[in-house]
């Protein structure tokens, strides 16, 4: 087996996180191995303006795309490995809670949020306006705070062990991370911390919403098996005939759903959202989009 088929298999076979990282890892390759066969032939050759997400509005308008492909961007190799291992861990942590779908959402809404809080900032403010032109943004980070955060708000007294040395809750480094984000804005690189702040948002939102029985990310699900269908191959549809309720069954019905819902509700009560299965809160998730 040849190293690309290696690679394909064990992207294949890979967890959703794995899958991030493998994507990251290749765009990341995809960008650098042009600009270095430019650089070897004395060329110039400008990429990220293709997939660079820029603080001007004119230019995100003309390259709209660049929302979503700037948070798999990263032309240093320190910056990708640094993204990595902090998306690495904390999305270890975030699966022993969530499943890998919405690991992937949050990674995206993250960017999103991230993207669109930077592009308010920079035209809100006028501290930013000098360099609005020329500035562009990269980088995982804004998507890797969102899944930190989450896995802070989720598990707020996990304890781990940083260098091998100290024992640190998450919640203690969520804050920090957050408080050297917001007070580092006036020294280098905004753009990054302001997406960071964002990324926090969504992580933070993502949490609190959930435990109400609400995903945020949940258009995003249906949006990507929108997409996924539009290449699937259609089957031929089978007409069926189902016999509509009487009355009776009808009210039978919605009776029994109304005793579940009570039911569901008051075990939320009495132990917490999370003491819900999976069943439980699918069921719970229909209920609300009917209110």
């Not at 990220?48 to 240093?76: I, K, N």
């Not at 949050?106 to 501290?127: D, E, I």
């Not at 258009?219 to 009355?247: C, Q, T």
């Amino acid at each position: 087996m040849g190293i690309l088929q290696s690679i394909q298999q064990a992207f294949r076979q890979g967890n959703a996180l794995t899958k991030i990282i493998y994507v990251n890892a290749g765009v990341f390759i995809g960008i650098n191995v042009p600009v270095l066969i430019a650089y070897l032939l004395s060329r110039e050759i400008s990429l990220l303006q293709w997939v660079a997400l820029p603080a001007s509005w004119p230019e995100f308008l003309r390259h709209p795309w660049t929302l979503f492909t700037y948070m798999f961007v990263h032309t240093g190799v320190w910056h990708l490995l640094f993204n990595m291992l902090f998306l690495y861990w904390f999305g270890l942590l975030f699966l022993q809670w969530m499943n890998p779908r919405q690991l992937v959402n949050l990674y995206l809404l993250g960017g999103l949020t991230g993207g669109l809080l930077y592009l308010l900032f920079y035209h809100l403010f006028p501290v930013f306006q000098s360099s609005r032109e020329v500035t562009r943004l990269i980088g995982a980070s804004a998507s890797a705070m969102a899944i930190m955060i989450a896995t802070a708000m989720r598990a707020p007294d996990f304890t781990v062990r940083l260098f091998l040395v100290w024992e640190v809750k998450i919640k203690h480094i969520a804050l920090l991370l957050i408080l050297l984000d917001i007070f580092t804005i006036p020294q280098n690189n905004a753009g990054g911390h302001i997406s960071h702040l964002g990324g926090a948002m969504a992580g933070f939102f993502f949490i609190i919403l959930l435990k109400k029985g609400i995903d945020i990310t949940g258009w995003m699900k249906a949006a990507e098996d929108g997409i996924i269908n539009l290449f699937r191959p259609h089957r031929k549809m089978k007409v069926v005939y189902k016999r509509p309720l009487s009355d009776f069954e009808y009210n039978q019905q919605k009776t029994e759903e109304s005793k579940r819902l009570d039911r569901i509700l008051e075990k939320i009560k009495d132990k917490g959202y999370d003491s819900l299965s999976e069943e439980e809160k699918e069921f719970l998730f229909k209920q609300s989009r009917k209110m």
